[in-house]
């Protein structure tokens, strides 16, 4: 069942494109993350959805009902979609207790609610009446997660919530998010520029670059399979190596790698290898050299290099399981499971 | 859900009808001043205008403008080094007592010279007095300013090998340009504005001129032609200082806190330094407070007409109640439009906003007796009119108090009080005018406060009956009864007090902020 249906959606700013043509459905209870760098258009259309901003092109449908295209739309108080911002946007003259009542309309039980929703937030009660200043930052999070739940929205949006936290309590607030939200079953669309963070929180990842989306699938089918040498960088360490494609083998320095059944194809292009692929062996009579192993203890940052077809070619990569390489040493190298042609 | 149209243009067409208004309203005076120099034509406007008088009135106001507005500058400049560069002693109350003249009105400040040495009489005492009621007006800005800049900079000058005075003229007062334009536009737009302070001076401006025209004949041209004379001296005086700001901005480069500025020391001369503002705060306040508990002594119980004095302070607060209310409301739709959807349109709607306020008050007066008594008689010398003419006095003022404290309210929280389905005038109401509402209150303040001194416009334009403080310290005064003005004198100074705190805090919290 979809919650959120976005289609062909288009906003300029004068004579920029902030966003065009996205198509995306949110699903019930799902958690959908927008990433993409700064610029990609990804607050404009965190914005389009809650209704500050009015769409030039295309629609956009909550639970089946228009609330907004290009002629008319849903005014932003009235769509209860709830919003949490990047400072949490408490109000600086109420309470902790009138900060989440704020949107509560039936005033008898607003309070009872309001401290309901503390105990889901993970707040302790006794904080009812601090004013926001007196809370760390992961308290104001949590408060403003509270004030938006309390509407019990349709739909929650959550704007680089975690991004103005130390990055410690980051991946504590951003689990502990997830799991207020499922108690709560409401579907939730985050915004961030973090891959971590998109990777850790969503079942459906989004990526935008320059007002247009890219890829949307699950985060593991996008690591696995992203379209693009950028989207596969931006998700994680990446080796690209140009290949010649013939059914379901990758002809390329690496050697002849075989390509899932779904991806196979034909003719020049280039081949994804995820570090976690290679398998690295000392062996005197291999054609790949060590240049350059640095040894950080936790890590180590490798460069090897072969001449294949006459070029030389390059691979870098961090692994652990490569200690104790050294620079000159001779090393074959073997590739675990499939590999992915990208769109050159 | 209910669907409604989109509204393109972004800002609510009820706030732009609104600033738009408001705009049109402070036009008034300058409508005024084109309406007579049309109407008057060229035979009677070159008749009234090109005569010796106009040029002595003329030559009278430029000498005033050109010895009082440089003095004030070098004597502001002089106690600011002093207070915020050196290692003086007691640098807080010096500042402090170079902020108070603001408490003294200038008419006050007269009264108390006028009356303590009668034989002050014509340019050099006007020159004086002027100086010593209005250098604080350069000086606020100077200190606010000097606070805000980076000493990393006079550090870096230092180590260049430049001496600690040429660092001052060659690093910091370049740095200094705006403040300095900026408090020195309004003291030359003040002189030009003043009338009680010259009249018991006994120096006749073009204002002094003016007025007493006016009150020999209303809605006389005589008094109109004059006012285009003002006029185009404000406009002159506009353009000198936006010539004198110039195109450049300072801005201070890289973030960081900054530090504690190394202070000159003045080592054994400092009983010479002290001198300065241990002068200034003799002749500045010492003097006219002295003078005014002086004529209370004498007066003794009997000059304290009391049932008066609490009338004048009763109408004089209700004045300044209403129109700081008034003005504040009228200034809300432009200051929200310039905090929340700033675009051409809202910065031209601004500058109109803003142009009434150079004009002189005398200006505005004539204004709104021209257009009453022409158009609209009824509302001739009513409370409507006078208060009117207070709205378009000091909506500058407000504006910029409005908008600032506007603007410091985050957009994110409007937005988050809209999604937890606030309509969109309920949030303007109880969040954002509730976080404004401190800002908002104290440019309130700096309005009732200017009403409550304020003296020409409320001499010209007032009901019959108006007995406020400045009206009754005025009369008085006229009749040479120093003894019965000074209770009401005392009144305002007392008044006026606030302003000061607010001012001083204005200046020295730059630096939090």
Same mark, same amino acid.
């Given at each position: ?74 005014? $932003? ?165 140009? $290949? ?38 000392? $062996? ?61 | ?52 008088? &106009? ?30 560069? !050196? ?44 100086? *010593? ?6 000086? *606020? ?86 006012? &285009? ?81 609490? %009338? ?51 200006? %505005? ?20 009119? *006078? ?107 007392? *008044? ?16 939090? !902020?």
């Amino acid at each position: 069942m979809t919650v959120l249906h976005i289609a062909n959606l288009g906003k300029t700013y004068g004579t920029t494109t902030a966003l065009a043509g996205i198509n995306l459905d949110v699903a019930m209870g799902s958690r959908t993350v927008i990433v993409g760098p700064s610029g990609s258009g990804k607050t404009t259309l965190l914005r389009l959805i809650a209704g500050f901003e009015t769409p030039d092109a295309g629609k956009i449908e909550l639970n089946g009902e228009l609330i907004a295209d290009r002629e008319v739309g849903v005014p $932003a108080h009235r769509r209860n979609i709830g919003l949490v911002m990047q400072e949490g946007a408490l109000f600086p003259h109420l309470s902790v207790l009138d900060n989440i009542c704020f949107g509560i309309r039936s005033e008898a039980d607003a309070s009872k609610r309001a401290l309901a929703l503390m105990d889901l937030a993970e707040l302790d009660r006794g904080m009812a009446q601090r004013q926001p200043h007196q809370l760390s930052g992961g308290q104001q999070q949590r408060v403003a997660l509270a004030r938006a739940l309390a509407r019990q929205p349709r739909l929650m949006l959550l704007d680089e919530p975690f991004s103005a936290l130390d990055a410690g309590l980051r991946e504590q607030m951003r689990d502990a998010t997830a799991n207020i939200l499922a108690q709560a079953g409401v579907a939730t669309v985050l915004v961030t520029h973090d891959r971590d963070e998109a990777m850790g929180f969503a079942d459906q990842l989004v990526i935008l670059r320059d007002g247009r989306l890219v890829q949307a699938g699950s985060p593991k089918s996008l690591y696995r399979r992203p379209v693009n040498a950028t989207t596969a960088a931006f998700l994680g360490a990446a080796i690209i190596l140009p $290949a010649d494609f013939s059914g379901r083998t990758a002809e390329c320095a690496l050697g002849a790698l075989l390509i899932a059944e779904d991806d196979a194809a034909e003719g020049a292009g280039k081949v994804l290898v995820r570090p976690e692929q290679l398998n690295i062996a000392v $062996a005197p009579e291999a054609e790949w050299r060590v240049v350059s192993a640095l040894d950080r203890g936790n890590k180590s940052a490798v460069t090897i290099e072969r001449v294949y077809r006459g070029d030389r070619v390059m691979i870098s990569f961090d692994d652990v399981s490569t200690h104790g390489l050294e620079v000159g040493q001779a090393v074959q190298v073997e590739i675990t499971g499939t590999v992915h042609p990208l769109e050159s | 859900m209910r669907l409604y149209r989109h509204r393109r243009r972004g800002a609510w067409p009820l706030v732009l009808a609104a600033a738009i208004a408001v705009a049109a309203l402070s036009l008034l005076p300058v409508g005024f001043v084109l309406v007579v120099l049309v109407q008057s034509g060229w035979g009677t406007a070159s008749a009234l205008l090109f005569r010796p008088r &106009i040029g002595e009135l003329l030559i009278n106001t430029m000498l005033l403008e050109v010895l009082a507005v440089p003095l004030s500058i070098v004597l502001a400049l002089a106690l600011a080094w002093l207070t915020e560069r !050196s290692d003086l002693k007691w640098r807080a109350l010096w500042r402090w007592l170079a902020v108070a003249p603001l408490a003294i009105p200038a008419f006050v400040q007269a009264y108390a010279w006028d009356s303590a040495i009668p034989v002050l009489r014509g340019l050099w005492p006007a020159v004086l007095v002027s100086v *010593l009621a209005y250098f604080p007006l350069v000086y *606020l800005p100077v200190i606010a300013q000097l606070r805000r800049l980076d000493p990393a900079m006079e550090d870096v000058a230092a180590t260049l090998g430049t001496r600690p005075l040429a660092v001052f003229l060659r690093v910091v007062l370049p740095q200094l340009r705006l403040a300095i334009s900026g408090g020195a536009l309004l003291i030359a737009l003040h002189l030009l504005s003043e009338y009680g302070l010259y009249v018991l001076i006994r120096y006749d401006t073009l204002t002094v001129a003016i007025v007493s025209q006016f009150q020999a004949v209303y809605d006389g041209p005589a008094a109109n032609l004059m006012g &285009i004379v003002l006029v185009f001296l404000a406009v002159v005086f506009l353009a000198a200082e936006a010539w004198m700001r110039g195109e450049r901005r300072y801005a201070r480069v890289g973030g960081g806190a900054a530090r504690q500025v190394a202070l000159a020391k003045l080592g054994a001369w400092w009983p010479l330094f002290m001198a300065l503002p241990l002068l200034v705060t003799v002749l500045a306040i010492g003097l006219p407070v002295v003078t005014l508990l002086r004529w209370l002594l004498i007066g003794g119980v009997e000059a304290w007409h009391l049932p008066q004095l609490a %009338v004048a302070t009763w109408q004089t607060a209700g004045y300044a109640l209403a129109g700081a209310v008034t003005v504040c409301i009228m200034a809300l739709p432009i200051a929200w439009l310039a905090a929340r959807a700033p675009g051409p349109l809202q910065k031209t709607l601004e500058n109109i906003h803003f142009q009434v306020g150079a004009l002189p008050g005398v200006i %505005v007066a004539l204004a709104l007796v021209a257009v009453t008594v022409r158009v609209a008689l009824p509302l001739y010398q009513t409370v409507a009119t *006078l208060l009117l003419a207070y709205v378009l006095l000091y909506l500058p003022r407000a504006i910029v108090s409005v908008r600032a404290s506007l603007a410091q309210v985050p957009v994110e929280l409007e937005r988050a009080a809209t999604a937890l389905g606030r309509p969109p005038l309920i949030v303007l109401v109880g969040v954002t005018l509730r976080l404004a509402f401190p800002g908002i209150a104290a440019g309130m303040a700096l309005v009732a406060m200017g009403i409550t001194t304020e003296l020409t416009a409320t001499l010209m334009l007032s009901p019959i009956g108006t007995e406020t403080l400045a009206t009754q310290f005025w009369a008085r005064t006229g009749e040479f009864d120093h003894v019965g003005a000074a209770p009401f004198a005392l009144a305002m100074v007392i *008044l006026s007090l606030p302003l000061c705190v607010i001012l001083h805090s204005q200046a020295t919290g730059a630096r939090s !902020s």
